[in-house]
């Protein structure tokens, strides 16, 4: 509906009377479009040269003009808009004069346009409740005679009252709606952070652990589970990295489909790539068939890159490209396919300090990090030995169909002074071999725990570089050589780990092995289980 424009122009009196009809419109606009059409009515109806519904923001102090960044200081008597609000009253004063007296460089440029002949004409605008609050200040400019023409024009008044109430009726909606959306909000993050706690306390049952940084850990690991973004595990060797990756991948939105794993350093170079990317019949000696990757078989899903920092070079370069474009070519394959796949790596070693190196690849180790999370290791968690030594021994009893069992407090006293350079995994290594050791209807004392057999005797001494000896023991009653062989190596090599802080190259330096082959060995061995 529009306000009939007579092709005589209307007396003030008779243009007025009809604005509260068209004003009826605005009632469920917004505050910004109430303004905009209230000036626009005033101005065309009354032929006013400008027209301005000026408003008094949030905090008060501030009043703003609609579709402009120019806000003026209610306190800041330069500008004619101060001496209305602070006075409460009306205020009229040629163009010229407004010019010469006030020197507000925003209102100067708001009123640039106006003939030095037009009049300004401010009016205060308050909600007409009990509170009387400010909503604004109402701006004509015309010139002398239309100015002189309001003062006596009833329906003037009428309008203003109009606009007021339709405005504070709106500032009030506003205000229900504002708040409404702040407590839909802060409900929101309250069910978020509810719902968030009680996965973490469900991951609680996989990721063992009372101390403070297993809680921040299991905490990480649901944020990270709620995005796709790529996961760096960073922290020592045994302290859990495979299980915190899999417990990504279970709480994700990928959790159905596939979670495939890898260990970098285990396999030799010559295959890592045909693991990852797969190939084509042909591509080389002994390629009979087609054969998917891991790439490919984890699509969906999670790939977990265990070790990645004995990533060969040329290699990180083709994984870079998967994890930047999804595409990735399969080896003797002339077309490229896509991958859809979320990526969690892990590393014992000091990336940064291999990126100095120039052995792993910056770009490679900032896309893989998107996600970055620390493993604590064993010894700065110790409150956690009991809960996880607990869990160690169910675990044995009911895979060796055991009696349950516990610990004696003088075993548990031995437990907590022990130094665990194998973390978690060290721990449950120590455990099984008490379990074992302890005979069924008993529970676990001191004598049971590695190194505290009286009838362990020294088999064999290895040197170390240094030239102090290792010795490595082993039980008299030997019924399977094939066995004991493997547990003098399994022993050799743990020892020789935990001397060098779990470095393995430098571990298989001292040895006289190539890199790889220890990392095979600790894989048949079973002491590279995270």
């Keep these: ?19 509260p009809l068209a004003l009826t419109l605005v009632e469920s606009a917004s505050l910004e479009v109430l303004r905009k059409e209230a000036a626009e009515l005033l101005r065309r109806q009354l032929g006013l040269g400008m027209v301005e519904c000026l408003y008094i923001d949030g905090s008060g102090r501030w009043l703003g003009r609609d579709g402009a960044t120019e806000r003026f200081d209610c306190n800041d008597f330069s500008h004619p808009y101060a001496h209305v609000i602070r006075g409460d009253k009306a205020l009229r ?7 010469l007296r006030l020197d507000h460089a925003g209102f100067q440029e708001q009123i640039a346009a106006l003939g030095s002949r037009q009049h300004l004409r401010l009016r205060p605008l308050r909600a007409l409740d009990g509170r009387r609050e400010w909503l604004g200040v109402l701006l004509l400019a015309g010139d002398k005679d239309a100015m002189d023409a309001l003062d006596d024009v009833p329906g003037l008044v009428a309008f203003e009252a109009l606009l007021c ?4 009726r709106l500032t009030r909606e506003h205000g229900e709606r504002q708040r409404s959306r702040v407590l839909e909000d802060s409900l929101t993050k309250l069910n978020d952070g509810a719902r968030r706690q009680a996965r973490a306390d469900r991951l609680g049952e996989r990721l063992l652990g009372r101390s403070a940084s297993m809680q921040a850990l299991r905490s990480h690991v649901v944020r990270a589970a709620e995005t796709n973004l790529a996961v760096l595990l960073q922290g020592e060797t045994g302290t859990g990295k495979d299980r915190v990756a899999q417990a990504i991948h279970e709480l994700s939105s990928r959790a159905e489909a596939p979670f495939m794993a890898i260990n970098c350093a285990a396999i030799p170079e010559t295959l ?25 078989k984890a699509h969906g899903g999670t790939l977990f890159l265990d070790e990645i920092g004995d990533m060969p070079l040329a290699l990180q370069a083709k994984l870079l490209r998967v994890l930047e474009s999804g595409r990735y070519r399969p080896l003797g394959a002339s077309d490229e396919r896509c991958a859809d796949l979320r990526v969690v790596a892990a590393t ?6 291999q990126i100095k190196e ?10 893989l990090g ?16 009991d809960v996880l030594a607990q869990a160690f021994i169910r675990d044995f009893c009911t895979r060796e169909e055991r009696d349950e069992m516990g610990f004696t407090p003088a075993a548990l006293r031995r437990l907590y002074q022990r130094d665990y350079p194998g973390n978690v995994r060290e721990l449950k290594n120590v455990v099984d071999y008490a379990c074992a050791m302890t005979p069924p209807g008993a529970d676990i004392g001191p004598d049971q725990l590695p190194g505290e057999q009286p009838d362990e005797v020294a088999v064999t001494a290895t040197l170390s570089p240094e030239g102090a000896a290792e010795q490595t023991v082993l039980p008299n009653d030997i019924d399977d050589l094939r066995q004991a062989m493997r547990e003098i190596e399994s022993l050799i090599i743990r020892k020789r780990l935990q001397r060098f802080g779990g470095n393995r190259a430098q571990a298989a330096q001292s040895l006289g092995l190539p890199k790889r082959t220890l990392a095979h060995k600790c894989q048949l061995l079973e002491l590279d289980t995270k």
């Design 1 to 19: 509906m529009t306000l009939p424009v007579s092709p005589v122009t209307p007396s003030p009196a008779q243009a007025l009377a009809a604005m």
């Design 358 to 367: 120039q052995r792993f690849r910056a770009d490679l180790y900032y896309r």
């Design 370 to 385: 998107q996600f970055p999370i620390t493993l604590a290791p064993l010894s700065s968690r110790r409150d956690d030995i």
């Design 272 to 296: 890592l790539e045909s693991e990852l990317f797969g190939h084509v019949k042909g591509a080389f000696s002994g390629a009979d068939q087609n054969r998917e990757g891991l790439i490919a």
């Design 165 to 168: 109430r339709l405005w504070a």
């Design 93 to 99: 004063l040629g163009v010229v004069d407004a010019r």
């Design 348 to 353: 014992h070693q000091p990336l940064r300090e």
